[in-house]
């Protein structure tokens, strides 16, 4: 019969056993990995800012399907799966993210300043923008499609351009960080046509859509 004395060094052994094991286990997860859609300052070094007078936009927030508002990047694997990468995120809710990049995009094809969180004076004339990602497919060593729709209304006059976009970027690579980068250009596509919007309704003209 083994003694008490022994009975208990058994047991802290094994659970001292037990606790390295976990820390091992915990000690292989990789850490998290955070995302951008900002455009670096180099992409949006050929950028040309309208000129002329100051304007003001107000982007709203963005729609998004829910599938994909949240912090974790969602890529597809086959034609009924998605994978939540968990180790993968942006750096707020993707939903946050695309509103913020689209706005700062915008913003700095335009020249503008974004009023969307302070608020406009009653004698400024603005250009709010409400945009909706109607759908978002990624796919590793693939492709990343967009389609967004969206509206412009100028303030003063109420007059509204209405339009939608479908953008494919190449994704050049197996990587997390290649499907962001084309996310970022698919991002740029629109902000550019958004961006154009708002100078047709500046010159008083129809704006066209493309694509």
């Given amino acids: 019969m083994m003694s008490p004395n022994k009975n208990n060094s058994f047991k802290h052994l094994a659970a001292a056993s037990m606790a390295a094991m976990l820390l091992g286990a915990c000690g292989t997860t990789p850490p998290a990995q955070f995302y951008t859609l900002a455009a670096t300052p180099a992409s949006a070094a050929g950028v040309r800012p309208t000129q002329g007078a100051q304007t003001f936009i107000e982007v709203m927030p963005v729609a998004v399907p829910e599938r994909l508002a949240r912090p974790q990047v969602v890529v597809r694997s086959d034609a009924t799966k998605l994978d939540v990468l968990e180790q993968d995120r942006w750096s707020s809710p993707f939903n946050n993210e695309l509103r913020d990049a689209l706005a700062a995009g915008i ?13 406009r004076q009653p004698d400024q004339v603005s250009y709010r923008i409400a945009i909706e990602l109607r759908d978002l497919d990624a796919v590793r060593n693939g492709q990343v499609q967009a389609s967004f729709g969206w ?28 499907v962001v980068v084309a996310t970022q250009k698919v991002v740029a596509n629109a902000a550019e046509a958004i961006a154009g919007n708002v100078r047709a309704l500046q010159a008083g003209q129809t704006a066209k859509c493309v694509g």
């Fill in 107 to 119: 913003a700095s094809r335009l020249g503008a300043i974004d009023i969307s969180r302070s608020g």
């Fill in 151 to 178: 509206s412009v209304t100028r303030s003063d006059d109420r007059k509204t351009a209405v339009c939608r976009l479908t953008v494919v970027e190449p994704v050049v690579g197996g990587a997390v960080s290649d």
